[in-house]
């Protein structure tokens, strides 16, 4: 895999998205920044810092986003795209464990696993990334360690079949299942994640509900 980019889905990151740019694009890599409707100085920082950047006038949510950001890159010659967080959650020095973990194993399709080392890890996010990586893992026929983490590499052949259509956070679903369903392998690697004093903007209430909601569709369609 030689030709990779960075797609990073943003909202009001202007404290953190200028830094994690900087580091990208000292590993040489390109970085678009989808801003979705952010009300701080995100969209701005980001083109100071040479990075692509693609805007939403108001906040559609993650899932919009990502799925604006794979259609824009797919246009390019990218063998695939590693997609992470804002808010410095994800640690960039763990990009080559992705790379090579495709290389050696063939993985269409690499997740970051957190669940390692929860100590960090707020007790009602722990718990439902278990639970919905249990039954991620039954429905994909695959192991599937941290379903819910959002920093992970997906060469364009799985972008170019699947059919997104999820507008918030459960599109990391969404990607796993109908990558599994198209027959693509998926795999893990390890993580280090910070977790940062900020309120996360993650509701585990409503979006368990979401959650709930796209696995009887996803069911149903089957």
Same mark, same amino acid.
């Given at each position: 895999?030689?030709?990779?980019?960075?797609?990073?889905? &943003?909202?009001?990151?202007s404290?953190?998205? #200028?830094?994690? =740019?900087?580091?990208?694009? #000292?590993?040489?890599? %390109?970085?678009?920044?989808?801003?979705?409707?952010?009300?701080?100085? *995100?969209?701005? =920082?980001?083109?100071?810092?040479?990075?692509?950047?693609?805007?939403?006038r108001?906040?559609?949510?993650?899932?919009?986003?990502?799925?604006?950001? +794979?259609?824009? %890159?797919?246009?390019?010659?990218?063998?695939?795209?590693? /997609?992470?967080? #804002?808010?410095?959650?994800?640690?960039?020095?763990? =990009?080559?464990?992705?790379?090579?973990?495709?290389?050696? *194993?063939?993985?269409?399709?690499?997740?970051?696993?957190?669940?390692?080392? !929860?100590?960090?890890?707020?007790?009602i996010?722990? %718990? *439902?990334?278990?639970?919905?990586?249990? =039954?991620?893992? +039954?429905?994909?026929?695959? @192991?599937?360690?941290?379903?819910?983490?959002?920093f @992970?590499?997906?060469?364009?052949?799985?972008?170019?079949?699947?059919?997104?259509?999820?507008?918030?956070?459960?599109?990391?679903?969404?990607?796993?299942?109908?990558?599994?369903?198209?027959?693509?392998?998926?795999?893990?690697?390890?993580?280090? !994640? /910070?977790?940062?004093?900020?309120? &996360?903007?993650?509701?585990?209430?409503?979006?368990?509900?979401?959650? %709930?909601? +796209?696995?009887?569709? +996803?069911?149903?369609?089957?």
């Amino acid at each position: 895999m030689k030709n990779l980019c960075v797609l990073i889905p &943003s909202y009001n990151e202007s404290k953190t998205i #200028g830094r994690i =740019i900087r580091h990208l694009k #000292g590993r040489g890599l %390109v970085v678009y920044v989808v801003d979705d409707g952010s009300i701080d100085d *995100t969209a701005k =920082i980001a083109e100071s810092e040479k990075a692509v950047v693609l805007k939403h006038r108001e906040n559609k949510g993650k899932g919009a986003s990502l799925i604006e950001g +794979f259609r824009h %890159v797919l246009k390019k010659n990218y063998d695939a795209v590693l /997609v992470m967080d #804002g808010d410095n959650q994800h640690d960039p020095s763990d =990009i080559n464990n992705f790379v090579e973990e495709a290389n050696q *194993t063939g993985a269409d399709m690499v997740i970051g696993n957190r669940m390692n080392d !929860t100590s960090s890890m707020p007790y009602i996010r722990t %718990v *439902t990334n278990k639970w919905m990586s249990g =039954i991620i893992s +039954f429905l994909s026929g695959q @192991r599937i360690l941290d379903s819910q983490c959002g920093f @992970r590499l997906i060469k364009k052949e799985v972008l170019e079949k699947i059919e997104l259509e999820s507008s918030n956070y459960e599109i990391e679903s969404e990607l796993i299942l109908k990558a599994a369903r198209g027959g693509f392998k998926i795999g893990s690697v390890p993580i280090k !994640t /910070v977790y940062q004093n900020e309120k &996360s903007r993650i509701n585990p209430f409503l979006d368990t509900i979401r959650f %709930v909601r +796209f696995m009887l569709k +996803f069911l149903f369609e089957r």
